[in-house]
Nanobody, 120 residues
């Protein structure tokens, strides 16, 4: 199983970016999918998560600005980021709880990360 994230880049404050993360390989089902971020010298923090049924949860710092969504048919999770601030600058990682067969346990997989830089 691999998670491939894309969509990062450099944007001015107030701008928007859309991140995507697709799971590939042997995927039977996916439970939670989410986005985390890690700024230089800081720990990795939750940004947003979404269940298979579409329930979402956001970090307080991004509520009202970011929207997480998923396409279950494509095994893909998205993060629409609007009104970006310099404090949003970080490497963004996607994660997914994936079961490879009907009998296998769910395991958490991580993408390699995509850099988001917001200039002031």
């Amino acid at each position: 199983v691999q998670l491939q994230a894309s969509g990062g880049g450099l944007v001015q404050a107030g701008g928007s970016l859309r991140l995507s993360c697709a799971a590939s390989g042997s995927v039977f089902s996916i439970r939670l999918m989410g986005w985390y971020r890690q700024a230089p010298g800081k720990q990795r923090d939750l940004v947003a998560i979404i269940s298979s049924g579409g329930s979402t949860n956001y970090a307080e710092s991004v509520k009202g600005r970011f929207t997480i969504s998923r396409d279950n048919a494509k095994n893909t999770v998205y993060l629409q980021m609007n009104s970006l601030k310099p404090d949003d600058t970080a490497v963004y990682f996607c994660s997914a709880d994936i079961r490879q067969t009907i009998a296998a346990p769910y395991m958490t997989y991580w993408g390699k990360g995509t850099q988001v830089t917001v200039s002031s």
